[in-house]
């Protein structure tokens, strides 16, 4: 029986695919300011801003490629039982080959209705206003801005709970309820954590191994640990 690898990624993973991160001291996204291009406030002030932003976003994800960590994790589908929840909004994983992957916040390529957030469809061109639902309701980008609720959590919980290994790669673990997943693995569960800049983890009983530096690199050597298991 294989053992469960779940893989906990964040902007860090796709940073070196050229997709740039909002975790800088200036607070921009891109030249925006995250209140204005990911809250429902900036959607009710100016959706017409919003949804520009997400179609530059969605038109880039069409000249960016999976970078090596993204393939790693992949390829560890041969021999473990991999489950990855993202952060990212992009498909990078989904590109690189990974089948099951877990989006806590939200999918470029998708959007739903603003009145049924049930109501989800596959969206790979731009995304204006007059978009309408079957019902005549607004289109909006299928993400979970700040100050919404993250409906995915639960499930995601789930998973962590069955893990053997939990991979922690390109978070600042800073983003709530995403960040306390790791508290839910089981106790004799490893934990390896990649990031450039690690946030310091407190009081967690799980063996737990830091590797500072970007996601290509750190994936190699867990790689090489992950196969003594085998």
Not at 31 to 48: C, L, R, S, Y
Request: net charge negative; charged share 25%.
């Amino acid at each position: 029986m294989k053992k469960t690898i779940v893989v906990l990624t964040g902007a860090g993973i796709s940073a070196e695919s050229g997709i740039k991160t909002f975790r800088d001291s200036d607070g921009l996204w891109e030249g925006h300011n995250v209140t204005d291009v990911a809250t429902p406030e900036g959607w009710k002030k100016n959706p017409a801003l919003v949804l520009d932003f997400y179609n530059k976003r969605r038109q880039e994800l069409k000249t960016v490629k999976p970078n090596e960590s993204h393939l790693i994790l992949a390829e560890l589908e041969n021999d473990f039982d991999v489950n990855i929840i993202t952060q990212n909004v992009d498909n990078l994983h989904e590109k690189a080959g990974s089948s099951n992957v877990l989006h806590l916040h939200g999918e470029l390529t998708k959007v739903r209705s603003v009145t049924n957030k049930n109501h989800i469809l596959d969206w790979f061109e731009d995304l204006n206003l007059g978009h309408f639902d079957d019902d005549g309701n607004q289109l909006r980008p299928h993400i979970v801005w700040f100050g919404e609720d993250v409906p995915a959590i639960e499930k995601a919980i789930t998973i962590v709970e069955k893990a053997d290994v939990l991979i922690i790669i390109g978070t600042s673990l800073q983003v709530y309820p995403a960040a306390s997943l790791m508290n839910f693995a089981p106790q004799d569960c490893p934990i390896y954590y990649i990031d450039p800049n690690p946030a310091t983890v407190y009081d967690l009983p799980n063996p737990l191994v830091v590797i500072e530096t970007i996601a290509s690199k750190g994936m190699k050597t867990v790689k090489k640990e992950l196969m003594r298991l085998l």
